[in-house]
């Protein structure tokens, strides 16, 4: 028996654009998901999980249903459990056909590992990105006050400035209250960084050294 995650509607495709990041403008709630995706096969609250994990975008939706229809058709499990869906995910983030940063993330943040092609401001917002997410391990928002401290060769107003632009384009999202908070919305690529990209104190120096070349 094959078992398929079939999409009852065509979903919107997803443009990459260098100015534009309308990546998961449009998102979808656990039951708006069930009029787009027939997600029989799945528990409600395994679903559910799919959809804290990818903040309702269907354009990461469309990742890890994928995965899981190829884990489905692999193992012959008639339903689907929590611990299949953080396979699949482990799969997504650490395993052999992990998710190519340069391609699936590319619509959440400009930053590519390259000192030819990266500006200042986009490595500033992988700074930003990778020391948010390192925050975020343990705790569902990180204090801005956190992030700076760690980037403290940056200059406050410049660092404020990036993590607006950020919020702006609903990469990461500012918790309520008079405390200024952050958390990267897609927590899929929250998870990627943390297991790809640790931010320990040599990745930390490395975008010291990076930003210090770069002419604020």
Same mark, same amino acid.
């Given at each position: 028996?094959?078992?398929?995650?079939?999409?009852?509607?065509?979903?919107?495709?997803?443009?990459?654009?260098?100015?534009?990041?309308?990546?998961y403008s449009w998102k979808l709630t656990p039951k708006a998901a069930l009029t787009w995706v027939d997600f029989s096969p799945v528990n409600r609250s395994d679903y559910t999980?799919?959809?804290?994990?990818?903040?309702?975008?269907?354009?990461?939706?469309?990742?890890?249903?994928?995965?899981?229809?190829?884990?489905?058709?692999?193992?012959?499990?008639?339903?689907?459990?929590?611990a299949d869906v953080d396979r699949v995910v482990a799969e997504l983030i650490q395993g052999p056909t992990r998710l190519d940063p340069f391609t699936k993330f590319d619509n959440?943040?400009?930053?590519?590992?390259?000192?030819?092609?990266?500006?200042? *401001? =986009?490595? !500033?917002?992988?700074?930003?990105?990778? #020391?948010?997410?390192?925050?975020?391990?343990? /705790?569902?928002?990180? $204090?801005?006050?956190?992030?700076?401290?760690?980037?403290?060769?940056?200059? *406050? =107003?410049? !660092?404020?400035?990036?993590?607006?632009? #950020?919020?702006?384009?609903?990469?990461?999202? /500012?918790?309520?209250? $008079?405390?200024?908070?952050?958390?990267?919305?897609?927590?899929?690529?929250?998870?990627?960084?943390?297991?790809?990209?640790?931010?320990?104190?040599?990745?930390?120096?490395?975008?010291?050294?990076?930003?210090?070349?770069?002419?604020?």
């Amino acid at each position: 028996m094959r078992f398929a995650l079939i999409m009852r509607r065509n979903l919107p495709k997803i443009r990459h654009n260098s100015a534009v990041y309308p990546s998961y403008s449009w998102k979808l709630t656990p039951k708006a998901a069930l009029t787009w995706v027939d997600f029989s096969p799945v528990n409600r609250s395994d679903y559910t999980q799919i959809i804290r994990l990818t903040a309702g975008s269907p354009y990461y939706i469309q990742f890890v249903c994928h995965r899981l229809v190829e884990y489905l058709n692999r193992t012959q499990n008639p339903t689907v459990t929590g611990a299949d869906v953080d396979r699949v995910v482990a799969e997504l983030i650490q395993g052999p056909t992990r998710l190519d940063p340069f391609t699936k993330f590319d619509n959440l943040f400009r930053y590519k590992e390259d000192e030819t092609r990266d500006t200042r *401001e =986009a490595t !500033l917002e992988g700074l930003f990105l990778h #020391l948010l997410a390192d925050e975020t391990r343990a /705790r569902p928002f990180a $204090p801005f006050s956190a992030v700076r401290q760690r980037a403290s060769f940056v200059d *406050e =107003a410049e !660092l404020l400035a990036i993590a607006g632009r #950020l919020e702006e384009r609903q990469v990461i999202e /500012r918790a309520s209250g $008079p405390i200024r908070q952050y958390r990267v919305v897609v927590d899929l690529f929250r998870r990627w960084i943390n297991a790809n990209r640790p931010m320990d104190s040599e990745a930390l120096n490395s975008f010291r050294t990076k930003v210090e070349r770069m002419v604020a």
